[in-house]
């Protein structure tokens, strides 16, 4: 099974903006959503964005207007633009893949591979 490898966590003070970026093997995630999927201490996980294929993209109401994901196929990579960050943005963050069978899905339980984290701090 491929890993997804994320990069580009990191700490901020709120208001800041980080980069985060998924190395996608493309072979093998080209008919799949790329999503971005974070953790917080104690909490379930929660699906943060997704990007189909075609480019098509979905948000949850927490972070719409303020993230952003988009997908470089030349350079398989998935990547996700967080400005304005907020103390409750303070997560792990995964990259995860789910089959496009499922559509524009944020449910973290429709995604089959997962990468190992990249932790993302906004102190206030």
């Known amino acids: 099974q491929v890993s997804l490898v994320e990069s580009g966590g990191g700490s901020v003070q709120a208001g800041g903006s980080l980069r985060l970026s998924c190395a996608v093997p493309g072979f093998t995630y080209s008919n799949y959503c790329m999503g971005w999927v974070r953790q917080a201490p104690g909490e379930e996980r929660e699906g943060v964005a997704v990007i189909e294929s075609d480019g098509d993209t979905s948000y949850a109401d927490s972070v719409r207007g303020r993230f952003t994901i988009s997908r470089d196929v030349a350079k398989n990579t998935v990547d996700l633009q967080m400005n304005s960050l907020k103390p409750e943005d303070t997560a792990m963050y995964y990259c995860?893949?789910?089959?496009?069978?499922?559509?524009?899905?944020?449910?973290?339980?429709?995604?089959?591979?997962w990468g190992q984290g990249t932790q993302v701090t906004v102190s206030s």
């Open positions: 995860a893949a789910a089959s496009d069978t499922y559509g524009l899905t944020l449910r973290p339980q429709a995604y089959s591979d």
